[in-house]
């Protein structure tokens, strides 16, 4: 069975670092996003189709350089096709039933329970719901005994359908990746998913946990739910203080690490006090305290910071 993963996206909302290295590159907890998703992906799926536009260089790269046990094939768009549009141009790789992933989620969604689900009601499609207290700035569908009726964009307060919102994972047939219209740009959500409600599609909601890792507080949230269970490092020099995560040619001395911090490759530091961030690969520091922050890779740290993002394009604090 194949998994198509949607890693064309611009990564806006994580610039300058997406200048550097393309969104589904960024590591979490020191594995590059697509690949985590890629190794997560239970045994039937033996193909990983990446839809891509922005970043292929980089990823093809990457994946030249990695064993992995599954296939892997790049399947690259000359503009950006959108959500719907890069499903669209993989068809020629799909055999059957296909799993589609937005490449920058975390979370629980129980794969094989969802595809049993999918099989037994024989739908067209099956999407991954997630519960939200507030529902106003997500789409929302409105599902009854299992079926997708409608949705609704941004609903206002009093008006919601429900609290489920699309969760960016999908179970789909070939004749819903078919119904898309070919070299245009379209969006699933939007332009799809809505004329096949009430028809053959399926909410399959689950409880536990939902990270879009878009932004940089949810991008250092899906770092630390990585490293939730099995992050206790150990350094001799440094002092751990919760659930960490240090790569093992990193140095460092007289250092204070943790919670919640994953030091990367060829990372040097000495004296200094590291909470709540992720320093990517080759960063350098002296002394400093950071926390809530995103560094790297390659830049040398002169400071105390706190909520920034730092990477050698430039910095913004959130
Ligand atoms: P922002 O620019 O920060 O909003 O990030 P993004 O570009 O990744 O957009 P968004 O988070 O809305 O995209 C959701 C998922 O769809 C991500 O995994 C993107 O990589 C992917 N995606 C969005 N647009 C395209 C596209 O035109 N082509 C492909 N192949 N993937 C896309």
Redo the contacts with the bound molecule.
């Keep these: 069975m194949e998994a198509i993963i949607?890693?064309?996206?611009?990564?806006?909302?994580?610039r300058p670092l997406t200048h550097t290295i393309p969104?589904?590159l960024l590591p979490l907890a020191n594995i590059p996003m697509v690949e985590r998703m890629i190794r997560n992906l239970p045994e039937v799926f033996d193909t990983a189709i990446l839809?891509?536009?922005y970043g292929l260089d980089e990823m093809k790269a990457y994946f030249k350089e990695i064993n992995i046990e599954k296939k892997v094939i790049i399947v690259p768009?000359e503009k950006?096709?959108?959500?719907g549009?890069?499903m669209r141009n993989c068809i020629d790789y799909v055999t059957g039933t296909t799993a589609v992933f937005?490449?920058?989620v975390v979370t629980s969604v129980n794969l094989k329970i969802m595809l049993e689900q999918h099989n037994k009601t024989k739908a067209k499609g099956t999407l991954a719901l997630w519960e939200v207290y507030d529902p106003r700035r997500f789409g929302v569908v409105e599902l009854k005994n299992g079926k997708i009726l409608q949705f609704q964009e941004k609903p206002e307060k009093g008006t919601e359908l429900s609290n489920l919102i699309n969760a960016?994972t999908y179970l789909l047939e070939p004749e819903i990746l078919e119904m898309i219209p070919p070299n245009q740009?379209i969006s699933i959500e939007r332009d799809i998913y809505p004329k096949v409600a009430g028809n053959g599609l399926y909410g399959f909601p689950f409880k536990g946990y939902f990270i879009?890792s878009?932004t940089p507080e949810s991008y250092l949230e899906a770092n630390f739910k990585c490293i939730e269970k099995d992050g206790t490092a150990t350094h001799k020099g440094a002092s751990i203080r919760g659930p960490s995560l240090i790569h093992k040619n990193a140095e460092l001395q007289d250092c204070i690490i943790g919670p919640n911090a994953i030091i990367g490759s060829d990372v040097k530091m000495e004296k200094c006090v590291v909470r709540k961030s992720v320093i990517l690969s080759h960063v350098n520091s002296y002394g400093s305290v950071i926390e809530d922050c995103i560094a790297g890779p390659n830049i040398s740290i002169e400071r105390d910071m706190k909520r920034t993002l730092i990477s050698p394009e430039g910095e913004i604090t959130f």
């Design positions: 949607l890693v064309g996206g611009l990564g806006t909302r994580l969104k589904p839809a891509i536009n768009e950006p096709l959108g959500t549009g890069a937005n490449g920058d960016g740009k879009d878009g």
